[in-house]
């Protein structure tokens, strides 16, 4: 690659363990976040432009497989391997509700219209919870046929989309039937899946391919050969016109679209990359890595020579995002102390 045009993610530590999923929220009257959910049990909450750190939500005494924030970024959800799947006040990071499983909970995404949180996990059920009613019980779907991986909704909060860790394949569920309404085949297990912003793609990522469904006729549009194992991918949200994957071999690759040529290789983290998001402006991308960083890359190449820069780190001194947003959103957080050595157990992090 041509070393005039290397391109510089801002580098956003504090995490001590694997990052393994990042949510963006859509733009907001306050701008737009961006929360990380990882293996060292504390999902932490950043500004989505300049990845600078303002919150962790403390309480897991697990592994945080899965985190999402609502459309108006007032709440975040997170899925954890303590069996718990818990809700959050993003203003204050004070715990809502903690929804009790029976066993891993990989995976959770708020419905469009923010009154409802989905989860799914190692106990193959669908979970539906209304929050305007969080002490009912759950609606549950119990038809999967595998360990539930990924969930995410679509059509207006009028299907559910999930994965199957032990199987390939994603399957449509009718929320009011509670039926499967179309399994979208693919050879190996789908790791990553989203729904393009515009609504008009499904976008899987199943190792050794990328895939774009029609997301109302269910039809395969694109299938692209990927030259590494990966594990996510992202739609560019604004024009369409290019997707990010990353996985096994460490680097964050930029593809067009419309042929599948690779545009761009971003190299810098030093463990395989678990999950990538594209900003909703499109004018970004962040990348979370093995390795225990979160980097956002600008989708635009930087013509500079430097690798890397670095982003607040943790510490509330780093933060550089407008006084009063800070104030507001980190009212109440548990400060952690990014320097620490010690390790957590690794007690619950079996997939």
């Not at 801002?10 to 990042?22: A, E, F, I, T, Y």
């Not at 203003?91 to 959770?108: N, P, Q, Y």
């Amino acid at each position: 690659m041509d070393k005039k045009k290397v391109a510089v993610p801002l580098v956003c530590h504090g995490h001590s363990r694997p990052v393994v999923d990042l949510f963006y929220s859509p733009v907001t009257p306050d701008g737009f976040f961006l929360i990380s959910a990882s293996k060292d049990y504390s999902p932490m909450l950043r500004n989505g432009e300049t990845g600078d750190w303002i919150g962790t939500f403390e309480g897991h005494k697990g592994a945080v497989w899965s985190c999402c924030l609502d459309t108006n970024a007032l709440r975040a959800a997170t899925a954890s391997a303590d069996f718990s799947s818990k809700v959050w006040d993003a203003l204050s990071g004070v715990e809502l509700h903690s929804f009790e499983h029976k066993h891993i909970v990989r995976a959770c995404a708020f419905s469009e219209d923010t009154h409802l949180l989905l989860t799914g996990g190692v106990e193959k059920i669908l979970r539906i919870y209304d929050l305007n009613h969080p002490d009912a019980p759950p609606r549950e779907v119990d038809k999967s046929p595998g360990s539930i991986r990924t969930v995410t909704w679509l059509h207006s909060d009028q299907t559910i989309l999930s994965s199957c860790t032990d199987m390939g394949g994603v399957r449509l569920w009718d929320i009011r039937s509670g039926q499967i309404i179309q399994t979208l085949e693919t050879k190996s297990s789908v790791t990553s899946a989203e729904v393009s912003q515009d609504g008009r793609y499904i976008v899987t990522a199943d190792g050794s391919t990328v895939k774009f469904w029609d997301a109302n006729y269910y039809g395969l549009v694109k299938s692209y050969d990927m030259p590494c194992t990966v594990e996510s991918a992202s739609l560019e949200p604004k024009y369409g016109n290019k997707f990010v994957a990353g996985g096994e071999d460490m680097w964050v690759r930029v593809f067009d679209f419309h042929t599948g040529h690779e545009i761009a290789c971003n190299k810098g983290h030093h463990g395989p990359v678990h999950c990538v998001r594209f900003s909703p402006g499109g004018e970004s991308y962040a990348s979370g890595s093995e390795d225990g960083t979160v980097r956002i890359w600008q989708t635009g190449l930087l013509t500079n020579d430097e690798s890397e820069s670095t982003s607040a780190n943790g510490s509330v001194a780093k933060v550089k995002v407008n006084a009063d947003e800070v104030s507001r959103k980190i009212e109440g957080f548990h400060i952690s102390d990014d320097g620490k050595s010690k390790e957590k157990e690794e007690a619950g992090e079996e997939s």
